[in-house]
């Protein structure tokens, strides 16, 4: 009689250490996941842009949600892909771009170094200032130009065909590329496609350039 009595004691607390072994499970699994970092997001929707334009570029979160920051970031100024913007000729385009950095950083400057870079080099160098540079080799009958945006360089080579004006050239290459400011005097580029490097050493008055070929373009203002 008194091991029917225990029995049937045990049969009722079985439950309750069932229910207590289970609650703890789920306790130790939630606290498991709290304490791990948050996993990358492919999802522009789920990505702090604000976070985008201040996390530095080399960090472990700026890597793993490098395309989610750029969606989140162009969706945020209203284009498909900024990186392909060339902001000096999208006036609205580049002020929504610095209106949201200075809304996330609380300066203009946007936190991503190459853009921030190249901005302080550009009012002596770029096509938004409207300056642009030019070679003449009269020996070859080649004619050069060389043109510096945000992020973007373009050099055109020009067939003279024993002419003086321009209007009579015939374009030989057109060639792009990303740049990057070293210092406030000098500056190196990336060709598209295959990868080639160039460098360039601009003169303290920045009338003039020379490429690490030894052409030397001068400066232009166009407008």
Do not use: H
């Not at 395309?67 to 000729?89: F, H, L, P, T």
């Not at 190459?114 to 642009?132: E, V, W």
């Not at 003449?136 to 945000?150: C, G, K, M, P, R």
């Amino acid at each position: 009689q008194i091991r029917t009595l225990i029995l049937n004691k045990m049969k009722k607390l079985i439950p309750v250490f069932g229910a207590i072994l289970f609650g703890s499970l789920i306790l130790t699994s939630c606290g498991e996941k709290s304490s791990k970092e948050p996993a990358a997001t492919n999802d522009e929707s789920n990505v702090d842009v604000c976070r985008c334009l201040t996390e530095p570029g080399n960090s472990e979160w700026a890597k793993n949600n490098d395309d989610a920051c750029r969606d989140a970031i162009s969706k945020e100024i209203g284009v498909e892909n900024y990186e392909n913007i060339n902001m000096s000729q999208n006036a609205a385009i580049s002020a929504k771009f610095d209106a949201l950095a200075e809304r996330c950083t609380g300066s203009k400057e946007s936190g991503i170094e190459a853009i921030d870079q190249n901005k302080k080099l550009t009012p002596y160098i770029g096509t938004s200032s409207g300056y642009i540079w030019e070679s003449t080799n009269f020996e070859a009958e080649i004619y050069t130009t060389l043109a510096f945006d945000d992020l973007i360089f373009r050099t055109t080579a020009y067939a003279m065909n024993g002419k003086t004006n321009s209007e009579d050239f015939s374009k030989l290459i057109d060639l792009s590329g990303s740049w990057n400011s070293v210092d406030n005097k000098n500056a190196k580029g990336v060709f598209s496609g295959n990868n080639g490097s160039v460098n360039w050493v601009f003169s303290d008055d920045f009338s003039s350039l020379t490429n690490n070929k030894g052409v030397v373009f001068k400066r232009i203002k166009v407008k």
